[in-house]
């Protein structure tokens, strides 16, 4: 069983469209978790990282993390062809910042 | 303020040959971590370097090495490239006690052939 799973996709939506991105993780240790957006040939881009339980939101972009359920998503409203991207979703292990990525969910928003 | 820059862009090496990659941290970090990312999927973490000595190592090879010098910039090496070794190799940095913040250069693209 990998550490954190993503669906790969692809997911298409409208312009305009509330997406959501979704991860899960095995290990209840892990408490840091992070959202990247990486366009296509470039490096990922820290969108937010959230600790623990609990809702971050950053403009368009909310974080959430279930630990009860080991879910984590992030929610874009009002989404923009700008937003098409793949978007990974990680969890840093013990102290020493090995980040665990899940395998990337690729995102078009269709004008 | 200059982010992550890597060196160079693209290379394109023969299987056996060796390949050595350059990264220089964002200002004020002081960590250096390496990824290699294949097509598809997400980044595996390779390696981590502080204080110019490696941290922590993910389940790569002997033929994967690194080094970090005073200044906080790295490097890394892969000798007897193979041609699963192609990928996209990122390098990541952050401070001492933000191992949540994480900062990926642009990369660089290592084909093999």
């Known amino acids: 069983q990998k550490e954190v799973e993503q669906d790969p996709g692809p997911l298409s939506v409208p312009e305009g469209a509330i997406v959501s991105l979704n991860c899960t993780y095995s290990?209840?240790?892990?408490?840091?978790f992070m959202w990247y957006r990486q366009y296509s040939r470039k490096g990922p881009e820290l969108l937010m990282y959230?600790?623990?339980?609990g809702n971050k939101e950053d403009g368009r972009f909310t974080a959430q993390v279930d630990k009860s359920s080991k879910y984590i998503s992030l929610f874009i409203r009002d989404s923009q062809p700008s937003d098409s991207a793949t978007y990974l979703c990680?969890?840093?292990?013990?102290?020493?910042?090995?980040?665990?990525f899940g395998q990337g969910t690729t995102l078009q928003v269709k004008p | 303020d200059a982010g992550v820059t890597q060196s160079p862009t693209h290379l394109i090496k023969t299987r056996g040959q060796q390949v050595t990659l350059r990264c220089s941290p964002k200002?004020?970090?002081?960590?250096v971590s390496w990824y290699q990312q294949a097509l598809g999927q997400g980044p595996q973490f390779i390696f981590q370097?502080?204080?110019?000595?490696?941290?922590q190592r993910g389940n790569f090879p002997d033929r994967f090495s690194g080094h970090q010098f005073p200044n906080y910039s790295s490097e890394l090496n892969v000798n007897a490239l193979l041609l699963g070794d192609s990928a996209l190799y990122l390098c990541?940095?952050?401070?001492?006690?933000?191992?949540?913040?994480?900062?990926f250069g642009p990369g660089t693209r290592l084909t093999v052939t």
């Open positions: 990541a940095s952050s401070y001492t006690g933000g191992a949540y913040e994480q900062y």
């Open positions: 959230t600790y623990s339980s």
């Open positions: 370097y502080y204080e110019e000595e490696e941290r």
């Open positions: 990680a969890t840093v292990s013990g102290n020493t910042g090995k980040l665990i």
């Open positions: 200002s004020g970090h002081d960590t």
């Open positions: 290990n209840s240790a892990f408490q840091y």
